[in-house]
C-alpha cells in the first residue's frame, strides 16, 4: 500500500521560502512519477511540479517556474518541493501525489494514483 505524507507547510510572508516534504512508502518507487499538486479554495487542483523518481529529470508549471524546485532522496524515499519568492496567490493546500509508471509527465491529477493528505501553504501579503 503506497502512503505519501506531507509536512512542511506554514505561514509565510510574500518574498519567503519554504519547503514541503512529502515521504513516501510501501513500494519501489524506481518506476514512478512524483508530482506535487495544489488547490485553492473553490478552484479545482492544479499541477505544480513533477519528477522521474528513476531519472530524476522535472517538469514544472508556468506559475512557478524558477521560484519552485522539486527533488528527492533516494535514501530517504523522500520528495521536496522548494519554493522561493512566494506570493499570495500561492496560498493553496499543497498534495503529493505518485504515478507508477516514468514514460510521461502527466500534469491533472486523474492520472496520479495515490495523493498525500495535504499541507496548507499560506502567503500573506
Known amino acids: 500500500q503506497v502512503q505519501l505524507v506531507e509536512s512542511g507547510g506554514g505561514l509565510v510572508m510574500t518574498g519567503g521560502s519554504l519547503r514541503l516534504s512529502c515521504a513516501a512508502s510501501?513500494?519501489?518507487?524506481?518506476?514512478?512519477?512524483l508530482g506535487w499538486f495544489r488547490q485553492a479554495p473553490g478552484k479545482e487542483r492544479e499541477f505544480v511540479a513533477a519528477?522521474?523518481?528513476?531519472?530524476?529529470?522535472?517538469y514544472y508549471a508556468d506559475s512557478v517556474k524558477g521560484r519552485f524546485t522539486i527533488s528527492r532522496d533516494n535514501a530517504k524515499d523522500t520528495v521536496y518541493l522548494q519554493m522561493n519568492s512566494l506570493k499570495p496567490e500561492d496560498t493553496a493546500v499543497y498534495y503529493c501525489?505518485?504515478?507508477?509508471?516514468?514514460?510521461?509527465?502527466?500534469?491533472?491529477?486523474?492520472?496520479?494514483?495515490?495523493w498525500g493528505q495535504g499541507t496548507q501553504v499560506t502567503v500573506s501579503s
Open positions: 510501501g513500494s519501489t518507487f524506481s518506476s514512478y512519477n
Open positions: 501525489a505518485a504515478d507508477p509508471q516514468s514514460r510521461y509527465f502527466y500534469t491533472v491529477p486523474q492520472k496520479y494514483n495515490y
Open positions: 519528477l522521474s523518481w528513476s531519472h530524476g529529470t522535472t
